[in-house]
């Protein structure tokens, strides 16, 4: 299939497991009690050759045919990689409980749990001592993994290449909107997650090649939109509205606000051990791993 763009359904295990690796299915993912909530199941779009998928899995694609059923075995290095001891590394608890995600106190690591530090995501791999051993390989470095998939279609329309090419890009690409300004100028309007997520930096020089590389977009705007809401006017409008139709409204007065109470210091609870990770729904590599 070369570089085409298609619509692709896939189960991903670990070899001679039931561990399910991912998968663009909710039954599966239920079934295999890995069901995430913020994942969105369903087909995905992908652009064959882009590396936004294992090359293992996009080498095979290659080859394939619409509609019918295919299996591969994908060993590490085309899948995740293979395992690095030089990238697990032991930070004192006290740093671990200082991230954003612990400083309020309701929440606790826990051997499993994905963790960002420095800059870079990792899996907490140990808890001992007043310490916490981070393991920054791939969740699935080292492992074999197949991948059962079908190619639904091929994508043929300017739109859906487009749309190809974000959710390769960036997990949220959803949030998008896109305007083709000509054939080669393309406006697109960053979503609030893009601006506050630290791996946009790198996802939207990828986006950019591809734009360029697969679609022939010479211009791409990267809009930010900050839209401050006027209450004041929003109010005024009403009051309008409300004359101009003969109605009179009672407003209430505000209820204060209660008194705040201060909360008694909870003892921490023993830090537990977390059940196997659930996965992202998406075969694709972090844009840090991407070759």
């Known amino acids: 299939m070369g570089s085409d763009f298609i619509k692709?359904?896939?189960?991903a295990f670990v070899k001679d497991t039931e561990i399910l690796v991912d998968t663009t299915s909710e039954e599966t993912a239920k079934k295999h009690d890995a069901f995430n909530e913020r994942a969105k199941y369903g087909p995905i779009s992908v652009v064959i050759g882009s590396g936004a998928l294992v090359?293992?899995?996009d080498r095979s694609l290659m080859e394939a045919e619409v509609g019918k059923e295919m299996t591969v075995e994908v060993l590490p290095a085309e899948a995740f990689g293979e395992r690095d001891p030089k990238q697990i590394e032991v930070f004192p608890l006290n740093k671990i409980m200082s991230l954003p995600e612990f400083?309020?106190?309701d929440r606790y690591p826990s051997e499993g749990m994905e963790i960002r530090i420095n800059n870079r995501v990792?899996?907490?791999n140990r808890i001992f001592a007043g310490r916490v051993r981070v393991d920054f390989n791939n969740r699935w470095s080292g492992r074999t993994i197949v991948y059962k998939y079908k190619v639904l279609e091929v994508i043929s329309e300017k739109e859906g290449k487009l749309k190809a090419i974000l959710e390769g890009a960036y997990p949220s690409s959803g949030e998008f909107r896109t305007e083709f300004r000509s054939d080669s100028e393309l406006d697109i309007t960053l979503p609030d997650i893009a601006k506050l997520d630290t791996s946009w930096a790198m996802a939207k020089f990828k986006l950019i090649s591809d734009l360029r590389n697969h679609l022939g977009i010479k211009v791409v705007r990267l809009i930010e939109e900050y839209v401050r809401k006027d209450e004041s006017e929003h109010d005024h409008d009403h009051e309008g509205h409300d004359h101009e139709h003969g109605h009179e409204?009672?407003?209430p007065a505000e209820a204060p606000e209660a008194p705040a109470?201060?909360?008694?210091?909870e003892e921490a609870p023993e830090i537990p051990k977390e059940a196997a990770p659930k996965p992202r729904g998406r075969p694709r590599k972090k844009p840090a791993e991407a070759q």
Not at 8 to 11: A, H, I, K, S, Y
Not at 261 to 265: D, F, G, H, L, R
């Open 122 to 124: 990792g899996t907490i």
């Open 8 to 11: 692709l359904d896939f189960d």
């Open 261 to 265: 109470t201060e909360k008694a210091p």
């Open 55 to 57: 090359k293992g899995l």
């Open 103 to 105: 400083r309020k106190g």
């Open 249 to 251: 409204h009672e407003h």
